[in-house]
């Protein structure tokens, strides 16, 4: 299984982006699907994650201004981000949890490649 993100890039304050995360390969489900995000010098910090049954949650941070959304036929993750502002600058992380199948099933954590949002003043 693997996670391919997309659509980061440079923004002006108060911009948009839409990024997606797509995982592909032998998938029986996937559980959770979730952003995450790490600026220079800070630790990875959860932006938003959604269930398989559409159960959201969001940081503080972000609420209002990000919406998280799925499609499950596609295995796929987006991160509508709104109104940015410079310290939303990080590098953004997809990440999936489910189950996959050789021989057997058996779960998996995995995270996608990061794709960089920078936000200028």
């Known amino acids: 299984v693997q996670l391919q993100a997309s659509g980061g890039g440079l923004v002006q304050a108060g911009g948009s982006l839409r990024l997606s995360c797509a995982a592909s390969?032998?998938?029986?489900?996937?559980?959770?699907m979730g952003w995450y995000r790490q600026a220079p010098g800070n630790q990875r910090e959860l932006v938003a994650v959604i269930s398989s049954g559409g159960s959201i949650n969001y940081a503080d941070s972000v609420k209002g201004r990000f919406t998280i959304s799925r499609d499950n036929a596609n295995n796929t993750v987006y991160l509508q981000v709104s109104s940015l502002k410079p310290e939303d600058t990080a590098v953004y992380y997809c990440n999936a949890r489910g189950t996959t199948f050789t021989k057997r099933t058996y779960p998996f954590d995995l995270w996608g490649q990061g794709t960089q949002v920078t936000v200028s003043s």
């Open positions: 390969g032998i998938i029986v489900s996937i559980n959770a």
